[in-house]
């Protein structure tokens, strides 16, 4: 079904907790996000950051509850539709053997690739200027999961991923943790600067 988000993700007494658990990891939370809005979730680990998001994301359903996008309740019917609208960055930015150019399209069907719009979305992540210094630029081969790379040069790659779909929300889940004080910041600053809802999941405050 058709979805349409134009002003405001609305969740509504929403309950979860996992099987295994006789606790709820999340209890009676009323939360909204408005379209365009910057979001950080605070906390420490295991007070469910993770499990929120992925009820924002429609990857989990909760156990009481609605998930609602411009009210309307997302259900089987519209997920995929909802899920369609939204990148994500996860905490391990898997990569593969290949260059970085295909590992930030994620798309081998190379002649159909504006390599602008891969310079564009590497230099919002802050990684650009570093694939220049390369002698094969963006054709440089990474490595088994990124094997010839930092941490944080993966971690930016798998944000370039991420803004090169161009889609409407980009969810981070502490998928800026590698990165350095000053990087994280010149990376914030240039994704507040994009018309997306950022949805974030941090432990720093």
Known sequence: KDLKFN????????????????????????????????????????SGKTTLLDIIMGLLIPLEGNLEVDNHKITDQNVKNWQNKISHVPQETFLFDNSIKNNII?????????????????????????IETLPDKYETIVGEDGVFLSGGQRQR?????????????????????????????????????????????????
């Open 7 to 46: 002003n405001l993700i609305k969740l509504k007494k929403i309950s979860f907790k996992y099987d295994r658990n006789n606790f709820e990891v999340i209890k009676s939370l009323d939360f909204e996000i408005k379209k365009g809005s910057s979001v950080a979730i605070i906390g420490k680990t295991g």
């Open 106 to 130: 994620f798309n081998f069907e190379n002649e159909k690739i504006d390599l602008i719009k891969i310079i564009e979305a590497a230099k919002l992540a802050e990684i650009h200027d570093f």
């Open 157 to 205: 790659i798998g944000i370039a991923r991420a803004l090169f779909k161009n889609r409407e929300i980009l969810t981070l889940d502490e998928a800026t943790n590698a990165l350095d004080t000053l990087t994280e910041k010149r990376i914030l600053n240039n994704l507040s600067k994009k018309n997306i809802t950022i949805i974030q999941i941090t432990h720093k405050i």
